[in-house]
């Protein structure tokens, strides 16, 4: 239940965005941002048509030899969490699969130095193992003849849409620079006129979702008035200031929980009057650890930092102060209203 309700805070909370960071149908120069090797533009010959109505094959594409890499880097990316890939790729020619040369034809796509996706295509023979295995709508043609080497033989061709693929859809990144590597590898690599591969309509998006963050005063306190004063954030300050202490106030801490419902079995607010402390209620639970303030007179202050971290995004933690002020009640405490904290980014 708990869990359900911060995923819906979650919904409620965040804004959707995605932001395209790079696209290129390919039908002119190589943008600056590639890195072809031996790679060109060449028409699409026979996959012209191929594809999402929107975006399919057309005009030229960039094409490559096996053993060649291609790589994309890009830089100055806004704030995100994931990054989309999107794009047609052409399994052109006799391309041999899993297994030893001939076989052994692996497309690669790295990220920043990891790989995010592996698998070997298949064109040559039906005997051949093709890895991978695409998702309803992702293969558009299959052991057709579309160009380049043939007609027949062993050099028919094969067409994938990856941006139905969900696999690229949600690749986890929060860096501001970007370096992606295309490349078919492995032991069955030959030459341009064997096999080949070619990408078109290639775009990037990253996921811009943002969430605002809030520190939201509730409940009543006894005297002292806890207040943020900036948006909790992850990854920055989060400057907490107590004013109205009492004037005797010799230690303040600020306590932060996870809910404002229930404490060890007792619903919240509670009154503190039985306590020794008339007026004063507990507004949540002490489950996450407490912070120390700083005393300067009758105000208290404490700087945590929010970790880097984006499970806090959307999370919801609450906080109150306590003020040890001897004599001021019988129990020596007063108790601030309650924040509840919201991390944004
Ligand atoms: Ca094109
Ligand atoms: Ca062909
Ligand atoms: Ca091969």
Redesign the pocket.
């Known amino acids: 239940m708990r869990s359900q309700l911060l995923a819906l805070s979650l919904l409620l909370s965040s804004a959707v965005a995605q932001t395209t960071v790079f696209t290129s ?3 002119s120069v190589v943008p600056i941002e590639i890195t072809p090797g031996t790679a060109a533009i060449a028409a ?1 010959e026979g996959f012209a048509g191929l594809g999402p109505a929107s975006a399919p ?5 960039l094409r490559s030899e096996t053993g060649n890499v291609v790589t994309l880097q890009l830089a100055g990316l806004p704030a995100h969490n994931s990054i989309r890939l999107d794009f047609l790729f052409a399994a052109i020619d006799s391309l041999d699969g899993q297994g030893s040369f001939p076989s052994g034809d692996f497309f690669r796509i790295g990220i920043d130095g990891g790989t995010v996706f592996r698998e070997s295509f298949a064109n040559a023979m039906a005997s051949q193992i093709q890895t991978y295995v695409p998702p309803v709508g992702v293969e558009l043609a299959r052991f057709l003849d579309l160009g380049f080497g043939g007609p027949g033989s062993f050099y028919t061709d094969s067409a994938y849409w990856f941006g139905g693929d969900p696999q690229f859809a949600n690749i986890g990144h929060t860096a501001s620079t970007l370096t992606i590597e295309f490349v078919i590898e492995g032991p069955g690599i030959q030459p341009l006129s064997d096999e080949s591969w070619a990408m ?2 290639l775009k990037v998006t990253v996921d811009t979702t943002t969430f605002p963050g809030s520190a939201v005063p509730y409940g009543q306190g006894c005297g002292p008035v806890l207040t943020a004063t900036a948006p909790p954030r992850i990854g920055l300050p989060l400057p907490l200031l107590t004013t109205q202490l009492d004037g005797g106030t010799v230690l303040a801490a600020c306590v932060v929980g996870a809910s404002d419902a229930v404490y060890q079995g007792i619903f919240l607010p509670r009154a503190l009057d039985p306590f020794g402390m008339p007026g004063c209620f507990q507004l949540h639970d002490i489950a996450l650890g407490t912070i120390s303030m700083q005393l300067f007179g009758t105000a208290s202050s404490a700087t945590p930092i929010v970790p880097q971290d984006n499970v806090l995004l959307g999370a919801v933690m609450y906080m109150q102060v306590w003020d040890a002020a001897l004599g001021v009640n019988p129990l020596g405490f007063l108790a601030s209203n309650g924040l509840r904290v919201t991390f944004g980014n």
């Open positions: 149908n390919f039908d699409v094959f057309g005009g030229s594409f078109d309509n």
